[in-house]
């Protein structure tokens, strides 16, 4: 009997009530007429995999404004192992920071063992800048929820280089993180994408400047491993095993589906997606193969944003074949520029290799 192997699962639910002026996700409105039929489609598309999943994702959007109730019922179709990771994003302010309307307890009941929060900052002036509704005695207030419904594993996003952010208002967001019991945080650089609000008033944002922005990446490394978070990608530290076993995925270029609106897979080699409309995807529309997908420099480029970075062990296991000398004479070259370093059969970035991350791994990639 042919075993099935296990792969990771990406649900994306693209429903929020206001749109956060630096977003360029894909998100419409949630009336409720759009909303059941979506979870119908879900489901339909989850019935019609012969698959079974270890790590869940559900990614928006505002995926809690869902509901336990739907929530549960997408959970009780989905097919996963005993060890499953199941992450939930949240929005504090529609998670019953202030009316307690979102049933942490029934989401766990149902498989959901991980949270993803969107803090952004822990200075309400920066929050509101960033056009959060809550404040950050909402997000303490969702926060204690979860752990009393049981979910231990929470991460908080955090924002860098934001409006009127300063080393001193970093720290007090990074002191909030280690003191809210949270074992993982995604801190991010603002990018200003093209289509958003942010990007209309770009001449009008108090912004810190690329060199102030670079110490507020450092400083986010430095202090947060100092309280226990190591850092396990560019943008990601988490205590000891906390690590999102489902984004590894992705950068280890390892198999997953991706079920809704705007959703990407790569299965069988094969890169697919689902189109930026929910109306189609609830319509049955099928995803638009992307070509082949896992090839050397995609490989390459996902490895290098790992701290672990890529194994030239893994690289010859998977491909056949060393990685050419021009580009281990090129990696040579970035690590005396203190770019990169070289232990234990693996190529990686160093901090500030990691703040240069796309020039450099451009570099490394024209060597294959």
Same mark, same amino acid.
């Given at each position: 009997?042919?075993? +099935?192997?296990?792969?990771?699962?990406?649900?994306?639910?693209?429903?929020?009530?206001?749109?956060?002026?630096?977003?360029?996700?894909?998100?419409?409105?949630?009336?409720?007429?759009?909303?059941?039929?979506?979870?119908?489609?879900?489901?339909?598309?989850?019935?019609?995999?012969?698959?079974?999943?270890?790590?869940?994702?559900?990614?928006?959007?505002?995926?809690?404004?869902?509901?336990?109730?739907?929530?549960?019922?997408?959970?009780?179709?989905?097919?996963?192992?005993?060890?499953?990771?199941?992450?939930?994003?949240?929005?504090?302010?529609?998670?019953?920071?202030?009316?307690?309307?979102?049933?942490?307890?029934?989401?766990?009941?149902?498989? +959901?063992?991980?949270?993803?929060?969107?803090?952004?900052?822990?200075?309400?002036?920066?929050?509101?800048?960033?056009?959060?509704?809550?404040?950050?005695?909402?997000?303490?207030?969702?926060?204690?929820?979860?752990?009393?419904?049981?979910?231990?594993?929470?991460?908080?996003?955090?924002?860098?280089?934001?409006?009127?952010?300063?080393?001193?208002?970093?720290?007090?967001?990074?002191?909030?993180?280690?003191?809210?019991?949270?074992?993982?945080?995604?801190?991010?650089?603002?990018?200003?994408?093209?289509?958003?609000?942010?990007?209309?008033?770009?001449?009008?944002?108090?912004?810190?400047?690329?060199?102030?922005?670079?110490?507020?990446?450092?400083?986010?490394?430095?202090?947060?491993?100092?309280?226990?978070?190591?850092?396990?990608?560019?943008?990601?530290?988490?205590?000891?095993?906390?690590?999102?076993?489902?984004?590894?995925?992705?950068?280890?270029?390892?198999?997953?589906?991706?079920?809704?609106?705007?959703?990407?897979?790569?299965?069988?080699?094969?890169?697919?997606?689902?189109?930026?409309?929910?109306?189609?995807?609830?319509?049955?529309?099928?995803?638009?193969?992307?070509?082949?997908?896992?090839?050397?420099?995609?490989?390459?480029?996902?490895?290098?944003?790992?701290?672990?970075?890529?194994?030239?062990?893994?690289?010859?296991?998977?491909?056949?074949?060393?990685?050419?000398?021009?580009?281990?004479?090129?990696?040579?070259?970035?690590?005396?520029?203190?770019?990169?370093?070289?232990?234990?059969?693996?190529?990686?970035?160093?901090?500030?290799?990691?703040?240069?991350?796309?020039?450099?791994?451009?570099?490394? +990639?024209?060597?294959?």
């Amino acid at each position: 009997m042919t075993m +099935i192997k296990p792969i990771g699962l990406y649900l994306h639910i693209p429903f929020c009530r206001g749109k956060c002026p630096y977003c360029d996700f894909y998100s419409v409105y949630p009336d409720e007429e759009t909303v059941e039929a979506y979870v119908s489609g879900l489901i339909r598309k989850i019935d019609r995999e012969d698959r079974i999943y270890d790590t869940v994702y559900f990614g928006g959007g505002t995926p809690s404004l869902l509901g336990a109730e739907r929530i549960s019922r997408i959970m009780s179709r989905i097919r996963r192992t005993e060890n499953c990771e199941a992450t939930l994003e949240c929005n504090p302010s529609d998670t019953g920071a202030v009316d307690s309307s979102f049933d942490f307890r029934a989401a766990a009941e149902s498989g +959901i063992n991980r949270i993803s929060m969107g803090l952004q900052s822990a200075v309400d002036s920066e929050r509101k800048a960033l056009g959060r509704r809550a404040g950050c005695d909402d997000v303490s207030r969702a926060v204690e929820r979860i752990f009393r419904a049981g979910i231990r594993n929470v991460s908080l996003d955090l924002m860098l280089g934001i409006p009127f952010q300063t080393p001193e208002s970093l720290e007090k967001s990074i002191d909030f993180c280690a003191s809210s019991g949270a074992s993982h945080v995604s801190a991010y650089i603002l990018k200003i994408e093209e289509g958003t609000r942010f990007y209309e008033k770009r001449n009008e944002l108090i912004l810190p400047d690329e060199d102030e922005t670079c110490e507020l990446y450092l400083q986010t490394v430095s202090s947060l491993e100092s309280k226990g978070f190591h850092q396990y990608e560019i943008s990601n530290f988490a205590k000891e095993g906390f690590e999102s076993r489902h984004n590894l995925k992705y950068w280890r270029c390892e198999e997953y589906l991706g079920i809704g609106a705007a959703a990407h897979s790569f299965v069988d080699g094969k890169r697919f997606f689902y189109g930026r409309n929910a109306e189609d995807f609830i319509n049955g529309v099928l995803p638009v193969e992307d070509g082949a997908g896992g090839g050397e420099e995609e490989f390459v480029m996902l490895a290098l944003r790992l701290s672990e970075g890529l194994s030239e062990k893994k690289f010859a296991d998977r491909y056949g074949k060393l990685l050419p000398e021009k580009f281990k004479n090129k990696a040579d070259f970035l690590i005396e520029k203190g770019l990169m370093n070289y232990s234990c059969g693996a190529y990686s970035l160093t901090e500030r290799g990691f703040l240069l991350s796309n020039p450099v791994i451009c570099e490394l +990639i024209e060597c294959l």
